[in-house]
């Protein structure tokens, strides 16, 4: 083999150790499923207190609070609960009038395969949505369900999604009593919205350097928004992450928080920063070094031939 040929295999061997080691492993895909109840009275939350879950409204959705556990109701109980829940703190109240109860839960960006198991009992008549889309055959009374899980697809999307039910109340008792169990496949977790109107914050930890905002207020359903840059002399933002040292990295656009939390800023010295291969979220520093390496390598071999 000539050396001009060496240097040419020597080349190619370093960039096929490149390719090979810098290809990220993909998270694993599995089955999500959240199981919401409306409503389970516990050590945790007592008669007449706010469900963890359901919001309701008696103004047309203009303002929101959470519902509240009444306890029995002649009708019985959908299997796994153990309350009915209305708009005041007894079965009593928001009597003759049309009331609104929803339920809202972010999905990942990417999923498939979504479907939905619902089971209600509502007094009087219920209509049943999800995202605007009726569920339930225009108005239901008393028992209804979907007869198992059903395919959702073409009403779920990526980000908060909302399930509500419009109740109208013709006397006597008010209220509803559910079941919703929501599955997906994602490498991501479904994560149910707590009730009230207070909005999510994000706080901003620049971890070393400055940044413009220390955090954002963001409303569950308005549009995801820009994460801020902040700036740290001699060093390269790597971008915000879930936690200090390692974590996920969420992007800067049109980011939908799903909780309260906290993102922190990585950074990098420029000698020893990262490349990132078109957004695959995959460190290859190490695997750069050592594809180089072999170049390196094949390059001092095949000169030192081509010198003897």
Same mark, same amino acid.
């Given at each position: 083999?000539?050396?001009? $040929? ?6 190619? *061997? ?8 810098? =290809? ?28 963890? +879950?359901?919001?309701?409204? &008696? ?21 796994? &609960? ?7 703190? %007894? ?6 009038? =049309?009331?609104? +109860? ?7 960006? %990417? ?17 049943? =949505?999800?995202?605007? &889309? ?6 239901? !009374? ?10 959702? !697809? /073409? ?10 039910? %419009? ?15 929501? /599955? ?19 706080? +901003? ?6 940044? /413009? ?18 700036? $740290? *002399? ?20 049109? +980011?939908?928080?799903?909780? &309260? ?11 020893? !920063? ?30 030192? $031939? $081509?010198?003897?």
């Amino acid at each position: 083999m000539t050396s001009g $040929r060496k240097l040419v295999a020597a080349l190619l *061997l370093g960039l096929m150790t490149l390719s090979f080691f810098a =290809t990220p492993s993909s998270a694993a895909v599995s089955t999500q499923t959240v199981t919401i109840l409306g409503g389970v009275i516990d050590e945790t939350h007592a008669l007449g207190s706010e469900d963890p +879950y359901t919001e309701t409204s &008696t103004d047309g959705g203009v303002t929101w609070h959470p519902a509240y556990l009444v306890g029995e109701h002649p009708w019985g109980f959908v299997e796994g &609960t153990n309350s009915w829940l209305n708009c005041g703190p %007894t079965l009593d109240d928001c009597l003759n009038q =049309t009331s609104l +109860y929803r339920y809202r839960f972010h999905v990942p960006d %990417t999923y498939s395969s979504p479907t939905l198991d619902a089971a209600f009992i509502v007094d009087n008549l219920g209509v049943i =949505t999800l995202n605007g &889309t009726e569920i339930s055959p225009g108005q239901v !009374a008393g028992n209804w369900n979907t007869g198992g899980p059903i395919d959702v !697809a /073409s009403m779920l999307h990526s980000g908060w999604n909302e399930i509500q039910v %419009t109740l109208v109340d013709q006397g006597g008792l008010a209220g509803i009593n559910y079941r919703l169990v929501i /599955s997906l496949q994602s490498d991501e977790e479904v994560i149910v919205a707590p009730p009230g109107s207070e909005p999510i914050q994000v706080s +901003y930890n620049a971890n070393g350097g400055s940044v /413009s905002k220390l955090s954002d207020l963001y409303n569950i359903g308005d549009p995801g928004f820009n994460l801020p840059t902040p700036q $740290r *002399l001699g060093w390269i933002f790597l971008g915000w992450f879930t936690d200090p040292l390692e974590g996920q990295q969420v992007w800067e656009t049109n +980011y939908v928080p799903a909780s &309260t939390s906290t993102l922190h800023a990585h950074w990098a010295a420029p000698e020893s !920063a990262p490349v990132d291969l078109a957004n695959t979220g995959g460190d290859v520093t190490w695997p750069l070094v050592a594809g180089l390496s072999c170049i390196s390598v094949g390059l001092v071999l095949a000169l030192r $031939r $081509r010198q003897n």
